[in-house]
């Protein structure tokens, strides 16, 4: 399934397909998608010169593109460039705090209502005195799950999330500690983190 990506501003980005929803495809017997955040279903407007495609939270309008003449730019301060820099090290460190989670071999899913699934199946087995459970995996495989594994998923999750935010917190103290723009930008999430 397409979902149309817009920006904070509601302009339209892009294309992007949907993950299945393992659980609620299971449970409903039919392909369920989850919907990225910042995405609808609804195609949007032909392009069109001289306007922005947007997204005003119930259908798609064009916008008319400021002309030249009108747009003023200026070029921004230190800070700003520090305070941008800073807000996409956040966004990024955040992407990878709800990416899967590797367990025991497999994969889960970890984003916000993964958590929650995760935690109530947990609970339910706890409340139930032991036992296990089947689960699906992020990549659709059954497996079964144990009181144990819920809480060796939640340790690996701590772990990660840790090492995120103190990796957030010296690229962020790289980025204050900069003198000028070309060392701010120069600062990026490393790749294999």
């Known amino acids: 399934m397409i979902a149309y990506r817009y920006d904070d501003n509601g302009i339209f980005i892009a294309e992007m397909q949907c993950q299945i929803d393992p659980l609620e495809t299971k449970k409903a017997g039919k392909d369920i998608f989850l919907i990225p955040a910042n ?6 407007l032909e392009s069109k010169e001289g306007f922005n495609v947007v997204w005003d939270g119930n259908k798609w309008e064009y916008a008319e593109i400021p002309q030249k003449q009108e747009i003023i730019e200026r070029e921004l301060t230190l800070e700003e460039v520090k305070q941008q820099k800073i807000m996409e090290l956040k966004n990024t460190r955040d992407m990878k705090e709800i990416d899967v989670i590797s367990y025991n071999g497999n994969t889960f899913d970890y984003d916000d209502k993964s958590r929650d699934r995760l935690s109530i199946a947990r609970q339910s087995l706890e409340d139930a005195g032991a036992g296990e ?9 059954s497996v079964t799950m144990t009181v144990e594994d819920f809480a060796g998923i939640n340790t690996q999750a701590a772990i990660r999330s840790n090492a995120l935010h103190v990796q957030y917190n010296q690229l962020r103290d790289n980025v204050l500690a900069a003198e000028t723009k070309e060392e701010v930008n120069a600062i990026i999430w490393p790749e294999n983190n």
């Open 39 to 44: 995405c609808t279903l609804i195609q949007p």
């Open 133 to 141: 459970i089947l689960w699906t995996t992020a990549d659709n495989q």
